[in-house]
């Protein structure tokens, strides 16, 4: 006897065969689910290659620009665009038009760019995307692209944070992001006027505190602050009190200490994410130049023949082209790039610190220990070098490499400085190390 009172399964045997019909129905509704979710799955791709079918059908020349776009054939692109009359009309006499006049993309305004750019920023590669945003040629575009940023209702922290997140942004030389700075004010006294006014009574002022608010998110949240470069909260204050941003006021008040404290103790709470989380595409990590130069070497000054290949991150060196494994890899952050004759050979030029001052006065491209004296200490270049079959770090503060011709040093030292970085952190670093000798009395 079971719990239920009767023999074997403890049912009867119409109850039995009820319970095997029941089971028979659930496998079969199961199996039917299965295929009616599989249906679904193949209908919904094949809908998205239809919409995209359809989409590519009804605009195939955005698509076509977008093409030449991550080619980086901006020019074309846009004449492109407009033959086939794909941008609405902007008014003349605007000051959107003068972008025209500094690029070779005949009545395309800035205007029209900027609605291209943000219309299709999902399709586009990202480092082209920078490429032309950063160039200063096209910094209309930019002021345009960012106004065009919703950021009405919004504080000057949180229109910061969503305007670099509309870049895509992960980093760029400080004149860019003092642009990007600029553009960001003009755009709050457009949309948030009234806030705007009673905060910070000019752009001006505007602009350093969009400047301050990446400043402080970087000393407070970045880990690569020694807590000593760390500003106080008292410190930063008095920033907004300096005399520089008190010209900035009409009334001479500049940006209050408590708007200051207040910035202060919510980017210590809820940092900014001031980089994109954008995952960069392998397959967009494009060669920018490649070719054979001398570089000179650090220790014994010698000459060596390498094959260089310029990314937008690095320049790698390799023996020769042949070889998958770089002989050095040197990270384009905080350097200058200039020609240079402090060499036995011709055509040279050097990459440097930023901070460094002079050509190196004839140290080749030596170690930081180099240099004597009551002279500062040049920095050591971020790279890695080939030692004994590993890569191990570099020690140089300067990289020497020699051209065949002049034009050729030339085409590099432009293309090397279109790809050359400044980090948040040594931007912040070198205020702190120029302001180190200032009293209080300063601000």
């Not at 004994?388 to 065949?404: D, L, N, P």
């Amino acid at each position: 006897m079971n719990s239920f009172g009767v023999s074997g399964t403890g049912f009867t045997e119409d109850e039995n065969q009820t319970l095997m019909l029941l089971r028979s129905n659930k496998e079969r509704l199961q199996l039917e689910i299965q295929q009616i979710r599989q249906e679904i799955t193949e209908v919904t791709s094949r809908i998205n290659e239809l919409q995209s079918e359809v989409d590519r059908n009804a605009e195939p020349k955005v698509w076509e620009a977008i093409e030449l776009f991550n080619q980086g054939a901006f020019s074309q692109c846009f004449k492109r665009l407009l033959e086939l009359d794909a941008f609405s009309s902007t008014p003349s006499g605007t000051l959107e038009e003068e972008v025209c006049k500094s690029t070779d993309v005949v009545e395309c305004s800035a205007v029209d760019k900027a609605n291209f750019l943000s219309a299709n920023i999902s399709n586009l590669n990202i480092e082209k995307f920078h490429k032309f945003l950063f160039k200063t040629d096209n910094q209309l575009v930019m002021r345009q692209f960012l106004l065009a940023v919703p950021i009405e209702g919004l504080s000057l922290v949180d229109s910061v944070r969503k305007c670099f997140k509309s870049l895509l942004f992960t980093e760029a030389e400080s004149d860019v992001i003092t642009r990007i700075y600029k553009y960001i004010s003009q755009s709050y006294f457009i949309q948030n006027p009234e806030e705007a006014e009673k905060t910070f009574g000019s752009e001006d002022a505007c602009e350093f505190a969009a400047g301050a608010i990446v400043f402080i998110n970087t000393s407070l949240n970045n880990t690569n602050v020694k807590e000593k470069d760390k500003m106080t909260e008292d410190d930063f204050a008095n920033f907004g009190q300096c005399r520089e941003v008190r010209e900035m006021t009409e009334d001479g008040s500049g940006i209050s200490r408590e708007y200051m404290v207040n910035v202060y103790r919510e980017l210590k709470k809820n940092p900014l994410q001031l980089t994109s989380n954008y995952t960069l595409n392998m397959n967009h990590k494009s060669v920018l130049k490649q070719g054979f130069l001398f570089k000179e070497g650090g220790q014994y000054r010698n000459w060596k023949k390498r094959f260089f290949v310029l990314h937008s991150d690095f320049l790698y060196y390799y023996e020769n082209p042949e070889h998958e494994k770089p002989k050095g890899i040197i990270v384009l952050q905080n350097l200058e790039v200039r020609a240079t004759n402090d060499s036995s050979r011709k055509f040279c030029f050097e990459l440097v610190d930023r901070g460094s001052s002079g050509s190196g006065g004839g140290g080749g491209s030596g170690s930081a220990s180099s240099g004597g004296g009551g002279e500062k200490r040049p920095k050591v270049i971020k790279a890695t070098k080939t030692q004994g079959g590993t890569h191990v770090e570099g020690k140089h503060s300067r990289y020497i490499m020699s051209a065949s011709s002049e034009e050729e040093r030339d085409e590099w030292i432009a293309a090397i400085k279109d790809t050359l970085k400044v980090d948040m952190v040594y931007a912040l670093l070198q205020w702190r190390e120029a302001n180190k000798s200032q009293t209080p009395s300063a601000f």
